[in-house]
């Protein structure tokens, strides 16, 4: 039985697939659901939505009649309708509890849309069934294997194409500015990255997913879909574990993509040094500043296994900060807590509960905290700044920074320094 | 108390004859209403939109010292950490986190633990309890927990059973929290008193305080509630000489139980938005309370600064798009013509047989305004300003990210207030900067690419979807 939760911050698996699908472009998600479940979902996720999100996301908004009766029928007449008036490519049937519960023949309505020719798939996700954190990996999974019966052309491989898996769209407030950041870097070292989430996604690209001549798997989530197209359509694929923030994200990334394609080794380590001098320029303007106004505070983390503990390693690891403590927020196993813990050198605590989390932090009473919009009241109690990382972050506008790579871990820092400056 | 059997009130389509879908003009559908012979009608396609639930949560979520108990999946509810944000509140909330296990075994075991615990840890003065689709359809027993915990704990426990699917209007889910509130925390009989009650379900902070400036120098001593209240101010409701809704279809409930419990009789008087109306609002309760005198000087006094300060913010000619409660409708149209503006349309979320006056006012204005009846919806909104040749959006609506992208400047109303003369004059300054200086809005004079909506839908019209409900 799961326990209770006080000043929830993670939605559930709805949510969760509402938030991926939403941010593919030429992907409309169809809800079939209770009103107010769809509504809930920006709350989860960054209040600055991309262009149109804001309350179009089509939802059978099903009553009484249709619980007693069942609702198959309205969603049939939703899907009939909505390929009519949304524009998009491919249109996924996502549904809630109590559709779930009364059991609706989600995928009969379905099939039958994909019989008259509209590119309709359906991917169950009822809320009680799972949490946010489980909807990267059953969506991007559901539209693979969605579109592969939707396509007929045959797959081509591309050897210098590049998909990258694991930075969970609406799940990291800065997920958009870290795709576009690693992008980028892939398009430096000679490669062609294939965007499926955010600005230049399309579902044209997803097509060419197995078109791809490897993988780059970032987190858990990323390595369950890369081992999924190994398995699928033997594309190889290179993992990292823990994306880390500054040069030494770029170092891991460029050094493992040279490992698997030694013909452009020489490339990827030009690359690599252009990397490390223009890093250490810009940081070197930071030198004078960190060490006059005594820029090392005792800072606790808080959010996901995924931004948390990679933050906390920066900081301390590059930039002499005092991590005091971790509180992980997602989700976690007690025997990954156990593994997570052991690899990690700081105190680390789990938990869901924004009260228990504001006791935590009060407890160790550190001089700023990087959390999420919920930690404001903690910050304010113990007077010490708030730095946004996790989310939910209403009220702070990220349109498209980023933590990754040389720009957004000099920003970071940017923002690090500015805030514990401003503060004094 | 025969008002509040039953654990909730009858749906707002049964009581009030309440619709959540329309196109077309004013005076075709007060024709209907008049005619008895009003349409139920539904949508065949729609957006995603707001329930029960989260009314409800609205209601009770400014209640100072009470924890709020979303009984359902760990999703539900979540909107409370942005009323927190938006209202700068720290109101204490958690959900009881159903999963699979508890939807099939039932979840009131657990529902008992967590109101234990919550009581234990926080030490508040009520906890609500919220009901969700998950356990109304399961049928879970919500009643008795709450009545042996109260009895064991010696706080109210308030269970309100709202459940995501009962009602199409989610306002329905202010009725089903008021119904609780007073079932649960008022005492059977009181005394009556020299205060008035003013009623607010989702007035900001701003709001209120403007409100509450303008009945004090009235010499009127004002108790406001549920909205940023205290247990003892809901406790004492059934002592008032006078309720007082701000916005007649919003707490009409609360005065009609109010009434009926406590005979308290009601002052009628339409929400004060804008010089005119504000006044007129500060004349009905003056003449109400006996106190035409003071009414007629705080009128003159303030009005004379209004008038002057929106003197300051006419605008050139200019069509405006209107969205809002229905209880504004009349008050906004008078001040936005005020400025200078023509309103060539309006959107409100529902109407009801609570609201017949204001939109009799409305179709005395112009009959043929037109009008759409929805929550949220930006389809029909988008296909609607395409051929609107509107110019400015004013409104309260939820789909503002939507109309943004049509290159329309906007200006949200949400989450400033509108009330009184404070309100009306920061209101006037908000919509005349937008009109003024439109560098940001003019960026979005560019369509979308690619476009969120077919070019066959924009096209076609606006009630395409609107259907009448088969019965």
Redesign the interface.
Known sequence: ???????????????GAVSVLKSI??VVPI?HS????????K??SN?A?R??????????????K??VFGGSSRLR??IK??V????GELYVVVSG??AE??GDDIGAMTKEAAEQGYPVINIST????G??FDAYTKVARGIIEGLEKLQASEAAVEESLINIFGIAPNLDPYWEGNLEELHLLLEEAGFKANPLFGYGSSVENWKQIRNAGLNVAFTGWGLEIARYLKEKYNTPYIYIEETALGIEGVEEILEKLASVRSERQEQIEALLQQKRDKYLYYLSKLAPTYYRRHIQKEVVVVGPTYIAAPVASFLENSFGQIVKAIIFTDKAADFEKENISKKIKFETFFSEDG?RIQEKIRELSPEIILGS??EA?AAKELEVPLLHISL?T??SVILKRSLLGVDGGLAFLEAYSNAVLTVE | MAVLRGKAPIIREKRLSAIGAYYGTVEALLREFYDGNLKQRIRTFSQETNSDILYALQAINSIENVVIIIHGPRGCGIIQNHYNNRNSLATQWAVTNIDEEDSILGSDVKLRKTVKSIYTENQPEIIFILTTSVVAINNDDVASVAQDLTDELGIPIVPIYTDGFKSKIGITGYDTAIHSIVKHLLPNRAEKENFINVISLNENKEGIEELKRLLEALGVEANVFPGFSKYQDLAKAGSAAFNLVVKKGEGDYFAKVLKEVYQTPEIEANAPVGVKATGKWLAQIGKQLGREQQAKELIEKESQHAVKALERYKVDRIKVYLSCEPEYANSLIGLLEELNAEVVGIKVPYLDITLLDQMEKLYRKNPELSLLIGEGQPYEQINILRKSGAEVYVGNDQAVGSIALEGIPVLDIRDINILGYKGSISFAEKFYRLVKYRGFSENFNAAPKPPVYQTGWLKKNTNWYIKQEVK
Do not use: W
């Open positions: 039985m799961a326990e209770y939760i006080e000043l929830n911050r993670n939605g559930c698996l709805l949510q472009n030429g809800v209770t009103a107010g479940c769809a509504a809930q979902e709350y989860i209040a939505d262009y149109g999100d804001n309350y179009t996301i089509a939802c059978t908004n099903i009553i009484e249709q619980i007449e939703q309708n909505t009519k008036v949304l524009e509890c109590a519960i009364v009822p809320g009680f069934k949490h946010s009260k919009q919920l009241g939910p209403e009220g």
